[in-house]
Every structure is written in C-alpha cells, then in structure tokens.
C-alpha cells in the first residue's frame, strides 16, 4: 500500500460522538486526500491537502474537518457523528494533483 | 461539474475470455486516466493509466485505450484468470482539480 496506513481500521461508535481517522505515509508525497466508498457511488472526495496546514474540501465535505500538522499525517474528524457517516474510509496519497493517487488500506466505520 | 459512467457495472467471465469495461467522462480537458483493481477488504491499487496524449497502452495482459474524441476509454483484460475477480474503477483527472472515479464494475472470473 505504497508506505501508507491508515488507523483505526476498524471502529464501531454511537451517533453524535467525535471521531478521528489517521493517515500516516512514509514517502514524503505533498498531497493527500480523504475518500469515502459506499456502495453505487465508487469514491468520493471528502477532503485533501496540498501541504502542511494547506486543505481543501471536495464533493462530500459537509460534517467533515480535516488537519496536517506534519507532512505524513492527515487527519480526518468527524466533530459528532451520523448514521450517514457509516462508510469505509480510504486515504490516498500521490505527488502532485492529477498525478497518480496511491491508496490505504481503509477504515470500517459503523456509527450506531 | 465532471461525471465519469463506467459500464457495465457486472462483468461475468468465463476463465480465458477477454473481459472490457468502459468508462465516458464529461470534462475534454481531462487528460490523466488511471484504472484501480480492488480486491475485498483492500484498498484501491493502480493497475494501469494513460495520459492524453497515448491512444493506447498495454501491460501483459491488461490494456487501455482511449478516445479524446469520443470522450471514452476502456479496460482490456486478456487471458482472464481467477485472480483477476476484484471491483474495478476508473477514474479521470478535472482540469485544475483532482480525480473523478467511475462507479466501479465488479468482475468475476469463472472457473
């Protein structure tokens, strides 16, 4: 998976608790993005960024916020949590935009 | 804004066949296209691109081609084996943006 993980890979939690996702990569890549899958609608881009402190929303971002504080580290936050949320959430990484986009593992999330 | 169709969304095979997938964006200044294999419970993996300037592109037995003018390109999967079952995406670049992926067609390959 190109030098990234992605933690927790699993997580269960109730409806209107905080959540945060973590990406972490090993090759010094300067973008980096939050997709979540779901089924019928392939993937769709919450977030990503184009350095440290530098983000932008994509096509899903409403109930999302997202932080880099480090180069490897992107984290996704789900300030109170949905049913909606519930989704498997991949991190992607590439070198440059339209550049090719290496991907996570995924994070199983199931909001009760 | 950039819609990306990928047909069809199942693809059934018989071990050996050829199976092809099509994708049709919207965007004529897209001009990156890459196609991911997943397998069940993995992330998304590249397993083939083409820019816009290339008609075509092989890699053993996988290949990809494009239409600018059409606006489509395809995934040619020769020889299929067992192995080849996964979803498949496609994707296209938006001009000054990022990617927009297909749906995804879920490939099985029979024995």
């Known amino acids: 998976d190109a030098g990234i993980t992605q933690s927790p890979r699993h997580k269960v939690t109730e409806t209107g608790t905080p959540v945060t996702l973590r990406c972490h990569q090993t090759e010094n890549h300067r973008y980096m993005y939050w997709y979540r899958q779901d089924p019928g609608h392939g993937l769709r881009l919450i977030h990503y960024s184009y350095g440290v402190k530098d983000t932008d929303k994509g096509e899903v971002s409403d109930g999302y916020s997202v932080s880099r504080s480090k180069t490897e580290d992107f984290l996704l936050t789900l300030e109170s949590a949905t049913s909606s949320q519930t989704s498997v959430y991949f991190c992607?990484?590439?070198?440059?935009?339209?550049?090719?986009?290496?991907f996570g593992p995924g994070t199983r999330l199931l909001v009760l | 804004g950039e819609n990306v169709e990928q047909h069809p969304s199942t693809l059934s095979v018989q071990e050996g066949d050829s199976a092809v997938i099509k994708c049709t964006y919207s965007d004529s200044a897209s001009n990156y296209f890459p196609w991911y294999k997943q397998e069940l419970g993995k992330g998304p993996q590249l397993i083939i691109d083409i820019r816009s300037n290339v008609g075509e592109k092989k890699d053993q037995r996988i290949a990809v081609t494009l239409n600018k003018t059409a606006k489509h390109f395809s995934l040619h999967i020769t020889e299929t084996q067992p192995e080849d079952s996964a979803v498949y995406f496609c994707?296209?670049?938006?001009?000054?943006?990022?990617?927009?992926f297909g749906p995804g067609t879920r490939l099985s390959v029979l024995p």
């Open positions: 992607a990484i590439s070198e440059a935009q339209q550049e090719t986009q290496y």
């Open positions: 994707a296209a670049s938006i001009s000054g943006q990022n990617f927009v």
